[in-house]
Nanobody, 116 residues
Framework: QLQLVESGGGLVQAGGSLRLSCTASGRTFSSSAMGWFRQAPGKEREFVAT????????YYAVAVKGQFTISRDNAKNTVYLQMNSLRPEDTAVYYCNAKTIPGDFWGQGTQVTVSS
């Protein structure tokens, strides 16, 4: 069982940066692949980035590759999403995801709003 809590969202101007954090409670964090998803108003939730258990491997959606960076600190039970050069189309609620043997766990989401 994992509980995920996201933080770091907010309002930023286009071209700015934000770093999202997702802190997990539970002993299975280090054995779980972690990811970030986002859902813009009126749209379906979409994949953003994922990172494997050790942090050695990452994978990004085409829309954010080269712009966002996912990382993790297993000692702190935390996964991060560094978002640079933000654009208005990056506006969405960002969700943290953990893939475990029993199934997927989700955080409550954090709002990111990019103004033009």
């Amino acid at each position: 069982q994992l509980q995920l809590v996201e933080s770091g969202g907010g309002l930023v101007q286009a071209g700015g940066s934000l770093r999202l954090s997702c802190t997990a409670s539970g002993r299975t964090f280090s054995s779980s692949a972690m990811g970030w998803f986002r859902q813009a108003p009126g749209k379906e939730r979409e994949f953003v980035a994922t990172i494997n258990r050790s942090g050695a491997f990452t994978y990004y959606a085409v829309a954010v590759k080269g712009q966002f960076t996912i990382s993790r600190d297993n000692a702190k039970n935390t996964v991060y999403l560094q978002m640079n050069s933000l654009r208005p189309e990056d506006t969405a609620v960002y969700y943290c995801n953990a893939k475990t043997i029993p199934g997927d766990f989700w955080g409550q989401g954090t709002q990111v709003t990019v103004s033009s």
